[in-house]
């Protein structure tokens, strides 16, 4: 059964920083695109940003210059540092791992931003 689990999500402050990490086991990670998504009440899923096996990164318009997604292929984890959180950013942020027809999905972790 292939389960991904993100964490680090939580509460913080306009202008803070938070990390978010996602691990998963059950499928060969390297195949993988990654990526991290996000639902606030009342809207749709979107991508936030996107990484390849390579390297190669996709980010959307609204998060470029301040987050930055990473993976590591030994730990088969990917990462997402957020900074300058701004109050728009709240939302569930769920992980994605992509490759072919599969997609697998993690649970999902809060980030409220908030004063």
């Known amino acids: 059964q292939v389960q991904l689990v993100e964490s680090g999500g939580g509460l913080v402050q306009p202008g803070g920083s938070l990390r978010l990490s996602c691990g998963g086991s059950?499928?060969?990670?390297?195949?993988?695109?990654m990526g991290w998504y996000r639902q606030a009440p009342g809207k749709q899923r979107e991508l936030v940003a996107s990484?390849?096996?390579?390297?190669?990164?996709v980010y959307s318009d609204s998060v470029k210059g301040r987050f930055t997604i990473s993976r590591d292929n030994a730990k088969k984890t990917v990462d997402l540092q957020m900074n300058s959180l701004k109050s728009e950013d709240t939302a569930v942020y769920y992980c994605?791992?992509?490759?072919?027809?599969?997609?697998?999905w993690g649970q999902g972790t809060q980030v409220t931003v908030s004063s």
């Open positions: 990484i390849t096996t390579s390297g190669t990164t």
């Open positions: 059950g499928y060969i990670f390297m195949l993988y695109v």
């Open positions: 994605n791992a992509r490759f072919s027809n599969t997609n697998y």
